[in-house]
């Protein structure tokens, strides 16, 4: 029996965003590790959600979250990786990852693109409990890695406590409980030395 059209066009989807794998990020695995690829970080932070979802500040369906995290970054194949600290790269970060969305998930049929496009576009502009959490985890997953490795990373680029401080703010709306921890751990850093402040 032939493969249907939408069965192709399903398993297109699933080999090109393989591609993922190959996209690094500024962040080390734990242990000073090698840098961490979008699929990784995309996978830990899923179960992440998924573990700590009772520190939402909203009831949510965890499933969606899970899904938001696992395609959130699908993007960066054809847009590169954007470190948070680059003022010059967020810039054009939008357009760039606008034009990506639009031609990794046209591989998919027309009902399936449709739906993970909603669900990028949910997550991008983070009004929905579910959003809001899984931003929560997009900042609270590289700050463990990076606190495990002595703040290495922001050594590397000069971040400061104050732009560290300001990304993570946005975690309040998803976990305060997560947020408070995250003060702790800056203010960990910054005690230690690991993160100058400014």
């Known amino acids: 029996m032939l493969m249907?059209?939408?069965?192709?066009?399903?398993?297109?989807?699933?080999l090109e965003i393989d591609k993922e794998k190959n996209i690094f990020r500024q962040t080390h695995l734990s242990g000073h590790g090698r840098n961490e690829n979008d699929a990784e970080h995309a996978w830990h932070m899923a179960v992440m959600a998924y573990l700590l979802k009772?520190?939402?500040?909203?009831?949510?369906?965890i499933a969606r979250v899970?899904?938001?995290?696992?395609?959130h970054?699908?993007?960066?194949?054809?847009?590169?990786?954007t470190y948070a600290y680059d003022t010059e790269m967020l810039k054009s970060q939008r357009a760039r990852e606008d034009a990506a969305k639009e031609r990794?998930?046209?591989?998919?049929?027309?009902?399936?693109?449709d739906e993970m496009t909603a669900v990028f576009d949910e997550f991008e502009n983070n009004q929905t409990p579910e959003a809001?959490?899984?931003h929560a985890m997009d900042n609270l997953q590289p700050l463990i890695l990076n606190?495990?490795?002595?703040?290495?990373?922001?050594?590397?680029?000069?971040?400061?406590?104050?732009q560290v401080?300001?990304?993570?703010?946005?975690?309040k709306a998803g976990s305060l409980t997560l947020y408070d921890y995250t003060c702790k751990i800056l203010n960990d850093n910054i005690k230690k030395g690991n993160l100058k402040k400014g």
């Not at 899970?66 to 395609?71: A, D, P, S």
């Not at 990794?104 to 693109?113: G, K």
């Not at 495990?148 to 590397?156: I, P, R």
Request: hydrophobic share 35%.
């Open 4 to 14: 249907s059209d939408r069965l192709n066009k399903q398993l297109d989807f699933a």
């Open 54 to 61: 009772e520190y939402s500040n909203e009831k949510i369906d």
């Open 66 to 71: 899970m899904i938001m995290c696992l395609i």
């Open 73 to 81: 970054d699908i993007v960066e194949i054809d847009a590169g990786d």
């Open 104 to 113: 990794i998930f046209s591989l998919l049929p027309d009902d399936q693109r």
């Open 132 to 134: 809001r959490f899984a």
């Open 147 to 162: 606190n495990s490795n002595n703040g290495g990373d922001w050594q590397e680029h000069g971040v400061t406590a104050g």
């Open 165 to 171: 401080f300001e990304r993570q703010s946005k975690t």
